[in-house]
């Protein structure tokens, strides 16, 4: 009989031990997705800071490339687009004056595009009378992005990426 007893007891007891470790705690689960949040908040962090410089580059780089695109236009036509042609004339021969007899084109292998942040990129020849007086003289062309805020100036992500920086 003590045997019985005993046994009954100890597999009573058994059974509400099992039934108090068969799941997690409400603590515990909100300390987990805490520890989750906390995680997700840096990598997002972490991801935009890299999205942002990734994009600066890509501007610095599209840049680069129409500098160089400009280089072998003023090779074959003797001179760089006016302003007013723009980076179009790197693609299309323009119909705008002074017209080039020796265009050879297109000087890209794509249409130009916006830069990394949807606004076009800013041509100005050094013919144009509205150069902003930071350019160094003597430059034929000058090519900005307006960065984040797509404004003129800027600091940190708003910053300014210039041909000529």
């Not at 020796?102 to 942040?117: F, I, K, V």
């Not at 350019?135 to 210039?162: M, Q, R, T, W």
């Amino acid at each position: 009989m003590k045997r019985k007893n005993f046994y009954r007891r100890f597999c009573h007891a058994f059974k509400k031990l099992r039934k108090r470790e068969a799941g997690f705690t409400y603590v515990e689960t909100v300390a987990v997705i805490a520890i989750g949040a906390v995680l997700t908040a840096g990598s997002v962090f972490s991801a935009t800071k890299l999205i942002s410089s990734a994009k600066k580059t890509a501007a610095k780089n599209q840049i680069e490339q129409y500098c160089s695109a400009l280089q072998i236009y003023f090779i074959d036509c003797g001179r760089f687009p006016t302003t007013e042609q723009g980076l179009s004339a790197l693609w299309q021969k323009p119909v705008f004056y002074p017209v080039p007899e020796n265009w050879n084109g297109p000087y890209l292998d794509r249409e130009p595009g916006h830069d990394p942040w949807g606004t076009d990129f800013k041509y100005l020849s050094s013919e144009s009378s509205v150069m902003p007086s930071e350019v160094p003289e003597g430059l034929p062309f000058i090519l900005v992005s307006y960065g984040a805020d797509c404004k003129e100036g800027g600091k940190g992500e708003a910053d300014d990426i210039c041909s000529w920086k």
